[in-house]
């Protein structure tokens, strides 16, 4: 994959409004501006220049710079060369310098020729990683939708592979590659590219970004987390904070819901149409807001669906317009999640949330029909993201659990076997003091039809920071944004260009701290067709009854439609504030 999840593509594959990464020609000054414009209400921030800085030395001259002293020894570059990259459909040099970290971390760092603006971005690293993106290209800058300085390269940018390549797990044993995937990788790749800007311009970058989505989140809030001073912004999105949560109970309860035995043994229940139906279903009684009929869920939340009001008629013969029991029950299961057996106490913070269902289909069900073959629930995306994460979560257990005796019903789970790798692979430590005391800013955010992760999690993780380090400090670094009707990572039938990269460059180097922000629907032409404004959470847009709804003009900040703190779950004692572990292995 690239920077973003695999499981972000297939959702993007599905929009019907374009990609999230699409870029279009902009008009932009001579100096290339201190943060994007076009994506927010608030434009104070895109006045004040940085000054292109050139290199002091060839580019050559790279290769022999020594970062033994990052990432140990063995640790070596391997190529230094000047490559072109079109970008906004003009070309850009980069000074383009890859290499290896000891062991095994693969890197690449990209510094522009003649358009360095004295930023330095690292790139997250979306599912288990394992492969290198490219960070030249605009597709590998998440969430910089019309910004310049993405646009004209203005960034050094960095990638990694965060130690393992290919699709061998051999690599999820290795306590060493463990750590480089859970923290280590990231930080180092980091202190490499610093020190090569170090060289190659004559002096230490101004300002350090990190842009991260799906595990790319849980990487940016690990940076926040351990190593509160390697960046000034942070853009976390759909954050798999929760790593091991994420890749044991969440996913495998959707392979269990999904099952004709309730086990990983059986064939799935609900297929592609029937979720077509379901989502349909949802959209007519939970969908827009007055005056707005664009069948958004704008607080999931608040909708009160039952798919049992769908169910087919006893005796029917044609169900191809309603659901059966068993996929009432599927559906049902899927929206409510796990309960602990004695207490009835939920195994989670949230799952996938009405609204989401056409996103489901590759995921939570197979991409065929119901009158198709039957697929068994092992050919499930969420089954394979079960599986392949296995080893991370339980190594090192007293006994080792699979899929159909994971702990469903019994909240026990979670100290038996998800608490000893918790420090170490987790990124759900809300005591951000650090961070904020480095003058850190971070942003949060969410698709609320994410078919992945759910933006409960997040919104239960922005609760733990408010309680942990009180509202007000919070409110000084931080934002959550939550956006209706996008799913993981984008897609989906939301508003999924976003300029994030404005918002947070623009609070780091101006205090313009961010607010409204605008959203947009694009189609195949990449023609603007609607906009949105999205606000901080708890905030929603709200439209003023006037006006033209598809523009985002129309809109103001609306009170928040629901404001109860998330339920009481069995693990909510994992955000709380803890000591990371490096599994033996010594932090830089």
Known sequence: MKTRHPLGLLARARTRAGSLLTLFAICVTATIVAACGGSSASTSAANTPLSVVAPVVDCSKLASVDISDIGGAGSTITSATVTAATVNGATVNYCTVKGTLAPSNTFEVALPVSTYTQRF???????????????????????????????KGGFVTAATDMGHSGQSS??????????????????????AAKKLIQTYYGQAQKYSYFVGCSDGGREALMAAQRYPSDYNGIVAGAPAAHFQIQNSLYHGWSVESNSTTGTSTGNAVLYADKVAVLHKAVVAACGGQPGVPDGLLTDPRMCNFDPASIQCPNGATNTASCLTAAE?????????????????????????????????????????????????????????????????????????????????????????????????????NPDLSAFQKAGGKLILWHGWADQHISPLFTIN???????????????????????????????????????????????????????????????????????????????????????????????????????APTPTWAGISFYSPYTATTEGVAAP
Request: glycine share 10%; aromatic share 12%; with cysteine.
């Open 121 to 151: 971005a690292e790139l997250g690293c979306g599912g288990l990683c394992g492969n290198l993106s490219d960070p030249t290209q605009q597709s590998s800058f998440s969430f910089s939708y019309t910004c310049p300085l993405v646009q």
């Open 170 to 191: 051999a690599w999820t044993t290795n306590p060493q590659q463990q750590a480089d995937f859970a923290y280590r990788g990231q930080h180092i790749t980091t202190l």
């Open 328 to 428: 009432v029950s599927t559906a049902s299961k899927i929206y409510g999640g796990p309960m602990d057996a004695t207490t009835g106490e939920r195994m989670l913070a949230g799952s996938p949330q009405l609204g989401s269902e056409i996103n489901w289909i590759g995921v939570e069900v197979p991409t065929t029909n119901s009158t198709a073959t039957p697929v068994p629930v092992t050919g499930l995306f969420s089954y394979s993201i079960v599986t392949g994460a296995y080893n991370l979560i339980f190594t090192g257990s007293p006994s080792m659990p699979n899929i159909d005796t994971f702990g469903y019903q019994d909240a026990s789970f979670y100290p038996n076997f998800l608490q000893a790798n918790h420090p170490l692979m987790d990124a759900t």
């Open 461 to 563: 993780y922005y609760e733990a920071m408010q309680n942990t380090m009180g509202a007000s400090n919070v409110d000084a670094f931080a934002r959550l944004y939550l956006v209706p009707g996008v799913g993981h990572c984008g897609g989906g039938e939301g508003f999924p260009n976003i300029d994030l990269v404005t918002q947070i460059t623009g609070w780091v180097e101006q205090g313009s701290a961010p607010n409204a922000v605008m959203t947009y629907q694009t189609n195949s032409s990449n023609v603007v067709t609607a906009s949105r404004p999205m606000y901080p959470y708890p905030a929603v847009p709200q439209y003023t009854g006037t006006g033209d709804w598809h523009n985002g003009a129309n809109y103001t900040q609306g009170a928040p439609l629901y404001n």
